[in-house]
């Protein structure tokens, strides 16, 4: 039998957050949590064998709404079994308590301070990769793994994590991991790379009210069913570089022979390898 890993990776920076409170006080970060526990239910109820992670990306860390450390997979707790008394698949009751109280304990925990204002994306990108790498050493013999990773992005790319968002990519290309990528502001370079080099889907959203239907669309669909439907043409892919000096992407720069880094400047010496 086969297992369907999906890990969703929701972009939680506070200041983005904040500010997008006070320009549409109707999308605010509740009702985008509200949408992935929709996509969430909806990949758990398709088939039993449907297995769901979710990680918050913030600007200090990542951290895991679900499955989160106080529950295990088997162990459906008292309290939140009786959450599920109007008849709701049990297994969906426990993943919503557990997605919202883990929220509310990591927003409670936030003190942002001095220029920690970007999203450790790469860092979230990497645990995903890791639990599913966890995932799919603990199968059972006769057992197979599909597994895709989708990013729902609020703000804007950082180039200083140009490296490690490149080690991630490549990784999950290796590992047959798709990235599939839902944008709710500007678009993201790096995750246009990202969804061009593993195989998965970009989308930029032109209404943010309406998330739970682009993501049951487009995203909910795996790869093999993907190709029976209509949707969204690819998207442009901005593969410009970040340099290694400033972190600026460039279009033309100077790369070293050596160790293939990349300058915005003429240097006789790279800084890289010496």
Request: proline residues 3%; contains cysteine.
């Amino acid at each position: 039998e086969e297992i369907n890993l999906l890990v969703i990776v929701v972009d939680v920076n506070p200041i983005w957050w904040g500010q997008q409170a006070q320009r549409e006080p109707e999308f605010t970060l509740s009702k985008c949590l509200d949408a992935v526990m929709v996509m969430g239910n909806s990949h758990l109820a398709m088939t039993r064998t449907n297995m769901l992670a979710v990680v918050a990306s913030h600007c200090q860390d990542s951290h895991f709404l679900y499955p989160s450390k106080s529950w295990r997979g088997g162990d459906s707790g008292g309290d939140d079994a009786s959450s599920s008394g109007d008849g709701k698949y049990e297994l969906l009751s426990v993943a919503n308590n557990l997605i919202a109280e883990e929220i509310r304990n990591v927003m409670s925990k936030t003190e942002v301070r001095g220029n920690s204002t970007d999203t450790l994306l790469a860092g979230s990108l990497a645990k995903a990769l890791c639990y599913i790498h966890r995932v799919s050493k603990e199968l059972e013999v006769g057992q197979e793994i599909k597994s895709r990773i989708l990013v729902i992005k609020a703000a804007e790319d950082c180039a200083l994590q140009y490296m490690n968002f490149m080690n991630v990519i490549f990784a999950s290309q290796k590992q047959n991991v798709l990235i599939d990528a839902c944008v709710l502001d500007s678009d993201s370079g790096l995750l246009q790379q990202a969804c061009d080099i593993t195989g998965g889907l970009y989308l930029k959203i032109p209404q943010k009210v309406a998330l739970a239907q682009y993501l049951l669309w487009v995203f909910l669909p795996d790869s093999e069913q993907r190709s029976q439907l209509v949707l969204p043409p690819p998207a442009y892919v901005d593969y410009r570089a970040a340099c290694f000096c400033h972190r600026n992407l460039i279009e033309i720069g100077y790369v070293c022979s050596v160790c293939l880094s990349i300058f915005c400047n003429f240097s006789p010496i790279c800084t890289t390898c010496e």
